[in-house]
């Protein structure tokens, strides 16, 4: 039985978007099974981390992520629709959230399913990879489709979403266990792994416990 790797992630992470290369490449290059564990993005679950006075937080990001894609060779671009509504001169968050619940309960339905890393690397494809409209023209249906998901069967699931809400809370408590706050984090035998640019610190970690394939 393969040994389990929570992946702790986010719908409006860029670097979550550029972890998922690495994040597949880890099931085929070791004997693990990744976990998709979706959180809430740090903006909903603490709105003072990127407060006007911690405005360096964000101006930093957006000149990282940037680079960091255009090094992957990623195609890159900030989503339209952001998918969560915040006043970016401000930073304060809308009280109304059309889209991140519904794509972060969908990440748990999808998970549920066995198809969970395979959703969150369609759909940040899709946001992050320069998608106009991504909400719009069947795109999440097409992105769904793709990773072996029928997403209008994925809505009817969540449309009680006590369940899927209780889940993201217990990803969000499990996250916090583990020893960190932000996405994307690998967790493995309680060990923290954040960031896209610490998957090979990872990968040493399951060499050294002998888990590599072949």
Same mark, same amino acid.
């Not at 670097?15 to 998922?20: F, G, I, N, Q, R």
């Given at each position: 039985? !393969?040994?389990? =790797?929570?992946?702790?992630? !986010?719908?409006? !992470?860029?670097?979550s978007?550029?972890?998922?290369?690495?994040?597949?490449k880890l099931?085929?290059?070791?004997?693990?099974?990744?976990?998709?564990?979706?959180?809430?993005p /740090? $903006? =909903? *679950? &603490?709105?003072v981390?990127?407060?006007?006075?911690?405005?360096k937080?964000?101006?930093y990001?957006?000149?990282?992520w940037l680079?960091?894609?255009?090094?992957?060779?990623?195609?890159?671009a900030?989503? !339209?629709?952001?998918?969560?509504?915040?006043?970016?001169?401000?930073?304060?968050?809308?009280a109304?959230?059309?889209?991140?619940?519904?794509?972060?309960?969908?990440?748990?339905?999808?998970?549920?399913?066995?198809?969970?890393?395979?959703?969150? *690397?369609?759909?940040?494809?899709?946001?992050?990879g320069? +998608?106009r409209?991504?909400h /719009?023209?069947g %795109?999440?249906?097409?992105?769904?489709?793709?990773a072996?998901l &029928?997403? $209008?069967?994925?809505?009817?699931?969540? $449309?009680?979403?006590?369940? %899927?809400?209780?889940?993201?809370?217990?990803?969000?408590?499990?996250l $916090?266990?583990?020893? %960190?706050?932000?996405?994307? +984090?690998? #967790?493995?035998?309680?060990?923290?792994?954040? #960031?896209? &640019?610490?998957?090979?610190?990872?990968?040493?970690?399951?060499?050294?416990?002998?888990l590599q394939r072949g």
């Amino acid at each position: 039985m !393969s040994t389990l =790797v929570d992946l702790f992630w !986010s719908f409006r !992470s860029p670097y979550s978007y550029l972890a998922m290369p690495g994040a597949c490449k880890l099931e085929q290059d070791f004997d693990v099974e990744l976990r998709l564990r979706p959180v809430l993005p /740090l $903006a =909903v *679950r &603490d709105p003072v981390f990127f407060s006007p006075d911690n405005l360096k937080r964000a101006k930093y990001i957006r000149i990282d992520w940037l680079r960091r894609a255009e090094m992957l060779g990623m195609p890159h671009a900030w989503p !339209s629709p952001d998918p969560i509504v915040q006043d970016m001169q401000t930073f304060k968050i809308a009280a109304e959230q059309p889209y991140i619940h519904r794509l972060t309960r969908l990440g748990v339905e999808a998970e549920r399913r066995g198809q969970g890393i395979e959703f969150a *690397r369609e759909v940040s494809h899709l946001l992050f990879g320069g +998608t106009r409209d991504w909400h /719009l023209s069947g %795109h999440l249906a097409g992105a769904a489709q793709r990773a072996g998901l &029928d997403l $209008a069967a994925m809505d009817a699931a969540i $449309a009680e979403p006590a369940g %899927h809400d209780a889940a993201i809370d217990a990803n969000q408590q499990a996250l $916090a266990a583990v020893g %960190h706050w932000g996405v994307p +984090t690998f #967790g493995f035998e309680g060990e923290p792994f954040f #960031g896209e &640019d610490r998957i090979d610190t990872l990968r040493w970690r399951l060499r050294q416990r002998g888990l590599q394939r072949g």
